[in-house]
T-cell receptor, first 113, second 116 residues
Framework: QQQVKQSPQSLIVQKGGISIINCAYENTAFDYFPWYQQFPGKGPALLIAIRPDVSEKKEGRFTISFNKSAKQFSLHIMDSQPGDSATYFCAASKGSGTYKYIFGTGTRLKVLA | DAGVIQSPRHEVTEMGQEVTLRCKPISGHNSLFWYRQTMMRGLELLIYFNNNVPIDDSGMPEDRFSAKMPNASFSTLKIQPSEPRDSAVYFC??????????????FGSGTRLTVV
């Protein structure tokens, strides 16, 4: 129940295309869902995050879609660029006094030039 | 802001030796986290501190692992004795506490540990 399941494990997209990464969770107590981007040799960096009171959040080319009833959320990267090639992690946490993230297993994205 | 600073960046040690990883969190952040990343298991939370106090160490694999945070600007993760299966990238991250706004973690660049 503490797991966050992420798919696909790897993804290859043409430049200009849309990259979509999906995550699913079981614990309905989770109330904060961030996405992290990690380049080789670097630590993960916060990309965008959403709370379950909204169904979508957009920041530039990055959009999180959230489906509370299905307990799923996804990251969409519009107009994907080679510089977006990285590993993406979804995560979930329970607020209110705890700050422990449960991370998905990661998606390795490669955007072809 | 220099971000979260970890040292060393790379560590190669022999099985049985003691290893100490170091972390300096972002000034003003009062939560600190140690994660381990491997291909097989992804990102695993080992332990986290709030206001220098260990809050949850349920992810620490066994007694060979210990972590301390003697003050707000420094933390260590120690493995004694080290084993080849401890080989991984160890990340330290810091953040503001819950209730101060969830701005997410800021991760360091990690320490790549190889135990031979």
């Amino acid at each position: 129940q503490q797991q966050v399941k992420q798919s696909p494990q790897s993804l290859i997209v043409q430049k200009g295309g849309i990259s979509i990464i999906n995550c699913a969770y079981e614990n309905t107590a989770f109330d904060y869902f961030p996405w992290y981007q990690q380049f080789p040799g670097k630590g993960p960096a916060l990309l965008i995050a959403i709370r379950p009171d909204v169904s979508e959040k957009k920041e530039g080319r990055f959009t999180i879609s959230f489906n509370k009833s299905a307990k799923q959320f996804s990251l969409h990267i519009m107009d994907s660029q080679p510089g977006d090639s990285a590993t993406y992690f979804c995560a979930a946490s329970k607020g209110s006094g705890t700050y422990k993230y449960i991370f998905g297993t990661g998606t390795r994205l490669k955007v072809l030039a | 802001d220099a971000g979260v600073i970890q040292s060393p960046r790379h560590e190669v040690t022999e099985m049985g030796q003691e290893v100490t990883l170091r972390c300096k969190p972002i000034s003003g952040h009062n939560s600190l986290f140690w994660y381990r990343q491997t291909m097989m298991r992804g990102l695993e939370l080992l332990i986290y501190f709030n206001n220098n106090v260990p809050i949850d160490d349920s992810g620490m694999p066994e007694d060979r692992f210990s972590a301390k945070m003697p003050n707000a600007s420094f933390s260590t993760l120690k493995i004694q004795p080290s084993e080849p299966r401890d080989s991984a990238v160890y990340f330290c991250a810091s953040s503001l506490s819950p209730g101060q706004g969830q701005y997410g973690y800021t991760f360091g660049s990690g320490t790549r540990l190889t135990v031979v």
